[in-house]
């Protein structure tokens, strides 16, 4: 079993950075694939990074890539999503999320944080 929980989320200008935390409970933690999605109103959940458990190869969208950086320490249970150059298009609430395989699919995660709220104002 692993618990998630999301926090570093708030309101900022186009632009500007935030760095996501997650920290997990569970002896397991650093055998799961972790990942982040993110879900806009009235829009489906969507896949932003993910990172595997064990060599730290990393993931992303094609919308966050070269802005958002996906990271974890194993040692701190802490999985960290790092957000540079900020659009109005990247408001959404950002959801931690634990696994057993890297994927794009939300159905393939297993454990799911409570989602942090980011806004990004133009």
């Known amino acids: 079993q692993v618990q998630l929980v999301e926090s570093g989320g708030g309101l900022v200008q186009a632009g500007g950075s935030l760095r996501l935390s997650c920290v997990a409970s569970?002896?397991?933690?650093?055998?799961?694939?972790m990942g982040w999605f993110r879900q806009a109103p009235g829009k489906e959940r969507e896949f932003v990074a993910a990172i595997t458990w064990n060599d730290g190869r990393t993931y992303y969208a094609d919308s966050v890539t070269g802005r958002f950086t996906i990271s974890r320490d194993n040692a701190k249970n802490m999985v960290y999503l790092q957000m540079n150059s900020l659009k109005p298009e990247d408001t959404a609430v950002f959801y931690c999320t634990a696994g057993r395989m890297i994927a794009t699919a939300p159905s393939l995660y297993d454990y799911w944080g409570q989602g942090t709220q980011v806004t990004v104002s133009s």
């Open positions: 569970g002896r397991t933690f650093s055998t799961y694939a």
